[in-house]
């Protein structure tokens, strides 16, 4: 490893302090370095704070030193008025001679006009450092800038034969197949609170009756999102109770009382593929990340599109024998994790799809 190499794993381990905080803003790291020796540190703590870069210039106990300093950053500064300042005009105008960047910025407002104002205002601007780790690091947020869809990721759990659930006709005559543990099931209510919202079919919600909370870890809850075509869910549905916003795709939206401030209604014409703008207007509604969690027909017609990010499958030790047959999923290997009987796969998708 070099030494803009080292520095610049310096950032990104910084940078992932934010995670979490920083939604839909990206995690970003910064350090400065004068002589050979760190004299600065920051990164982006929470969205409308500080951008990284900021904070490592305000850490700097001896600002006098900055002329003769170089800052490593692991997203290319900023160059416009968003929440905070533009961060390459602050970097011009303490004097910083060298800058050294992991990857340019998306976002359409800044897309290489950092560089442009650092590099015309004579600042040795290096770019290309730990790119890949650094764009691995904020994949979502580069999916969102550069195809203004939310990042998707699937989530099931399937028998060791290859089943979903049983075949079932009502949440009353029969629940559905147990089939996460005690340990996995705590991790998919983890993987909620770092989503902002979740999906399901009419079949799951009304089948289930889930509450599709994070109940069972600490963080907020996402957005539910249901489609219901035919507003066949019933009212006493848990997910319309009011510990999570609940927004239902459907053909025609029914009259709301005035006093409802949780569940939302958009209208979709079914007589299309749906899920294109469907995608679309989730994204509208500032839902940057999405979790579909079932079930099986609509998994696989996000899997048939090709529009999937990330997927997480549990393989359990359980065998169901016949009932609803799970997805059939291609893309890389994470990795593999064994958690009390159960095989978690973490895949990601092969191919990044845009539809613009
Ligand atoms: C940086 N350093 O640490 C981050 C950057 O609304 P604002 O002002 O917070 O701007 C958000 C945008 O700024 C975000 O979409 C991305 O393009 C960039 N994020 N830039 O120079 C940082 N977090
Ligand atoms: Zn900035």
Redesign the pocket.
Known sequence: MGIDEKYMFRCLQLAKKGEGY?RP??M?GAVIVHNGKIIGEGY?RKY?EP???VNAVRSVKDPSLLPQSTLYVS?E??SHY???PP?SAMIISHKIPRVVIAVT?P?P??AGNGIRMLRENGVDVTVGILEKEARELNRSFFVNQLYCRPYIILKWAQSKDGYLDRHRTSHESAPPAMLSNTLTSILVHRTRTQVQGIMVGTRTALLDNPQLTARKWYGSNPVRIIIDRENKIPADFRIFRPDAPTLVFTEKAPPLSPDNKFVKYIELDFSKDILIPLLKAIYKENIYSVLVEGGGHLLSSFIEKQLWDEAFIEITDTALQDGIKSPEIQGQDIDIQKYSGSVQIHLKSKITRNFL
């Open positions: 920083t803003n990206p970003v982006h409308g951008h990284a870069e997203l500064p900023c968003g929440k905070t961060c910025d976002n407002k800044v």
